[in-house]
């Protein structure tokens, strides 16, 4: 009963966030008196392929809906009840409303033979988007005929640098592993500073307090019990209670290592140095990169956009958590007053 208040309560915060259809963006006058703008209009029909949690279903179903859309789903076969009964609920409710029930459909009726007809249905799908595991959305973006959106898996890291408090780091630390470890924001490497590695004890003594498989190689091992770290281990998203840990002599070496196994989805820095932040900010190339934050906060409920419908770790159109905005594109609109090109 809990989650499905819980369901109907994020229906109800999207549909109180302010509409961005027709949302002018830029516009100008030019100089024979044509009157421009660019305005935000609804992709049209967004497929959706996605795993697991049937919240999902909801989320993607009620942001598609606000931004003006419709949308056809592909929920997981680990779901494949619960998504039937909301897409019913989903169905009647926009009948209700006055709204055809089609505006939100779903081919989980036709197993792969759905999804595949859905990755294959351009001209009647508009652009698809993949939530899931890391082969799910190789294979969408491998298959698809329709244009797609890549909501990417998170190797996230979080880097102590030297000047770092400890009271701050350890709190955030446990937080981006711990709060909830089968998600893609959560910690999967942490990087420290050989000047702060005087810290590493009471870090990897509280993960494993709170349940942490922690790996590292000799140097960690020199702070507390872990497991031997391996090379596949840097670019593994964990999605369960296990880590890896790096001590590196500096902001450069940090920035080489999030360069090389980054997944461009959420990496942060704990520091107190202003200039090491920026530093870091600038040169991070990821979705969304933080300053003393758990990495937990790359989250379009937490961004405040109600939901979302993945985090986007492409660069085209959407990056990061995707709300309304990002399920629209735009026209350009000319006004003019008999105008001929000259």
């Known amino acids: 009963p809990a989650r499905v208040a819980a369901l109907a309560s994020a229906v109800r915060a999207i549909a109180a966030l302010p509409d961005p259809v027709g949302e002018v963006l830029r516009g100008s006058t030019l100089a024979n008196g044509i009157r ?27 942001l598609a809906l606000k931004s003006g859309n419709a949308v056809v789903l592909r929920g997981g076969t680990a779901a494949e009840h619960s998504n039937e009964r909301i897409v019913q609920v989903l169905r009647d409710a926009l009948v209700d409303s006055g709204l055809p029930a089609d505006a939100v459909a779903t081919v989980d009726p036709w197993g792969r033979a759905g999804a595949l007809a859905l990755m294959t249905g351009r001209g009647y799908i508009d652009v698809i988007i993949p939530r899931g595991s890391q082969s799910l959305i ?27 408090r400890v009271d701050e780091a350890l709190p955030i630390v446990v937080n981006a592993k711990v709060q909830r470890p089968s998600v893609c924001n959560a910690l ?77 989805h959420t990496e942060a820095i704990l520091t107190e140095d202003v200039r ?15 300053v ?30 995707m709300g309304l905005p990002e399920l629209t594109s735009t026209k350009w609109v000319v006004r003019g007053n008999g105008n001929v090109r000259p």
């Open 36 to 62: 421009l703008s660019q305005i935000r209009v609804p992709l049209g029909v967004i497929g959706a392929i996605y795993e697991a949690r049937p919240n999902v279903t909801v989320d993607i179903a009620a």
């Open 138 to 164: 190789d294979t969408v973006v491998s298959e698809s005929t329709v244009p797609a959106i890549e909501t990417g898996a998170g190797v996230v890291h979080i880097y102590i640098d030297s000047s770092a």
């Open 292 to 321: 003393n934050s758990s990495t937990r906060f790359t989250d379009g409920g937490e961004f405040g956009f109600g939901a979302e419908v993945g985090i986007s770790t492409q660069k085209l159109h959407a990056r990061g958590p």
């Open 276 to 290: 090491n932040a920026e530093r870091f900010l600038a040169e991070v190339d990821a979705a969304v990169v933080m």
């Open 188 to 264: 999967d490497t942490l990087l420290i500073h050989r000047d702060a590695a005087g810290q590493l004890g009471a870090i990897i003594e509280a993960l494993t307090a709170a349940g942490v498989t922690v790996l590292g190689d000799d140097a960690v091992s020199v702070f507390g019990a872990v497991e031997p770290v391996t090379e596949a281990d840097w670019s593994t998203e964990h999605l369960s209670l296990r880590m890896a840990i790096r001590i590196v002599d500096s902001l450069d070496d940090a920035l080489d290592h999030i360069r090389r196994y980054s997944t461009k």
